[in-house]
């Protein structure tokens, strides 16, 4: 039961769908999980989303709704000892009272796989609801013999109209939020409010409880001004996990709009993970593998600057080394593009793998003993410095399997168009 020390957060938590904000996607009429709320039909779930976006609150109404006993367990401190207990309830439950138990487990993926697997027979046999929540990927973080037995259920961050609406609410409850307090505060800063809690219900309750304690009277009554929203939203970080989706999400942007050539867009991505927290480091070394896999020879210039970057990063650190990294993405985004050595390398390794270890043919040998010669190792080799143009037309390199073989096949852009116009003449293919 709610106290005047509960946390505004908890407080607010909604007790039925109608005063329920967000997750139309799932919860709006005819959608697949108002459908299983209405016609009662009980099954294991798993929620994924970002923090604050409603998964414990959704879990907790399930329960209201399916008439079922609501246990609750942390994957942080919980271990298999706690699971046990939890399924003495639910098993006590079924047999002695016909309830249902509805299992919640916050933080599912922080299991070890023993753990997760102590679940499985009990979901099989009914005698639970599980309900897991978790803000990573399940596909990496969760056994496929747990995944197989429950449904997952997507959750999104809230929309800037969701996090006015809940905000309104607390602002207007008399009872649960701070209406009896008549609090005011400007459009501005509810919308920076709004802003800076980037989808994160819990964290804008937050903070706007810290900013109601803040409040300052005056003759109109509690008034909220726009500094002590910035005071206390100040140092906020956006959403960022160095091991989680949201990392490998932005990363992924990052290297994409510099591959399809958006400077502006690969800005953006880079100043996200900056403000973030991202160790510019790790962006330093992704935007070395982007020079080479994306623009190779099409523009070699590219790796220098590349590296170029690193190290003046580490030699000057943040935030002016920031610059530098800045000048990199741009540069890159805006060079000629060529994958052309990265998928020759890519070709020649599998060649490798496959044919294993091929003879180096006799005259591509070094013969430094007569015994050597005599086996005519280096015999007919053509020293390509006394060729015309330093090019021995015809001569094979490979071993004789692979002889013919192509990888690299340049682009026409950048200075590939020039290599690949050099090799078609040395070749007579031009």
């Not at 920076?192 to 900013?211: F, N, T």
């Not at 080479?292 to 220098?304: K, M």
Request: aromatic share 8%; glycine share 6%.
């Amino acid at each position: 039961m709610a106290t005047a020390f509960t946390p505004l957060a908890e407080r607010m938590r909604p007790r039925t769908l109608a005063t329920y904000v967000g997750q139309s996607h799932l919860l709006a009429p005819a959608k697949p999980l108002r459908r299983a709320l209405e016609e009662g039909y009980l099954h294991s779930m798993l929620f994924w989303g970002p923090p604050g976006t409603g998964k414990t609150t959704l879990a907790r109404l399930i329960a209201h709704y399916w008439q079922a006993e609501f246990l609750t367990l942390s994957a942080v401190l919980a271990g298999v000892k706690e699971i046990r207990a939890a399924v003495e309830v639910a098993q006590n439950n079924r047999q002695q009272f016909g309830k249902a138990t509805v299992l919640f487990v916050d933080e599912v993926h922080r299991f070890n796989k023993a753990q997760q697997d102590a679940f499985l027979p009990h979901i099989e046999a009914g005698v639970l609801i599980f309900i897991g929540a978790t803000t990573e990927n399940p596909s990496f973080e969760l056994n496929n013999a747990l995944l197989s037995r429950v449904r997952t259920y997507v959750l999104r961050s809230l929309s800037p109209a969701e996090l006015h609406q809940i905000l309104q609410q607390a602002l207007t409850d008399p009872e649960q939020g701070l209406g009896a307090r008549s609090l005011k505060l400007s459009a501005t800063a509810l919308e920076q409010l709004v802003q800076m809690a980037d989808g994160d219900a819990r964290r804008a309750l937050v903070w706007l409880e810290l900013a109601a304690d803040l409040a300052e009277a005056t003759e109109q009554g509690w008034l909220i001004s726009d500094e002590t929203i910035h005071e206390v939203t100040s140092g906020s970080l956006r959403r960022f996990d160095k091991a989680g989706d949201l990392f490998y999400e932005q990363i992924s942007a990052l290297h994409k709009s510099i591959r399809g050539t958006d400077p502006d867009a690969a800005l953006y991505w880079f100043c996200r993970m900056l403000d973030g927290g991202c160790d510019p480091l790790y962006i330093a070394r992704r935007l070395v593998r982007m020079a080479s896999e994306d623009i190779g020879n099409a523009d070699p210039r590219g790796l220098q600057l590349a590296l170029n970057a690193w190290d003046a990063y580490e030699r000057l650190g943040s935030p002016e080394g920031e610059l530098m990294l800045a000048q990199a993405v741009v540069y890159l985004a805006c060079a000629p593009k060529s994958n052309a050595s990265y998928r020759a390398f890519k070709q020649a390794m599998a060649d490798a793998k496959q044919f294993g270890s091929l003879d180096v043919p006799l005259h591509l040998r070094n013969a430094p003993t007569k015994l050597m010669q005599a086996l005519d190792y280096g015999r007919a080799y053509r020293y390509a410095h006394d060729e015309t143009d330093a090019y021995a037309a015809g001569e094979n390199y490979f071993p004789e399997p692979l002889k013919g073989r192509r990888y690299y096949q340049p682009v026409e852009r950048g200075l590939e168009l020039k290599i690949r116009e050099k090799l078609a003449k040395l070749r007579g293919e031009s």
